[in-house]
């Protein structure tokens, strides 16, 4: 976790083969995973959220083990940050529109 703006960045180009200019959010997690980092680009520059928690570890959802990279959404990852079990959620039905190309 002694990484910073240019080492986070570096590895979502070369190692996620991902653009860290997007405006998306990037997580890096300790082996412990109590603590976490957020990567994000806001159009005038990086910023790096970090969270150690106290007591606890931070659960993501089941991973493939060749996978590099997982896509979560907003809520997800708001849950993931508040140390809510992900099994234990259950989403009610909501509208959603559908975009057709």
């Known amino acids: 976790m002694r990484k910073g703006f240019n080492a986070l960045s570096g590895i979502v180009r070369n190692e996620l083969a991902r653009n860290p200019l997007s405006g998306e959010v990037f997580l890096f997690l300790n082996r412990r995973r109590t603590h976490i980092k957020l990567l994000v680009w806001d159009s005038t520059g990086y910023v790096i959220y970090y969270k150690r928690l106290e007591a606890g570890t931070f659960e993501l959802p089941p991973v ?9 959404t907003r809520d997800k990852l708001m849950l993931i940050l508040e140390g809510i079990e992900l099994k234990s959620v259950k989403k009610r039905k909501r509208f959603s529109q559908i975009i057709s190309s």
Do not use: H, Y
């Open 64 to 72: 493939s083990p060749d996978e590099k990279s997982i896509r979560l």
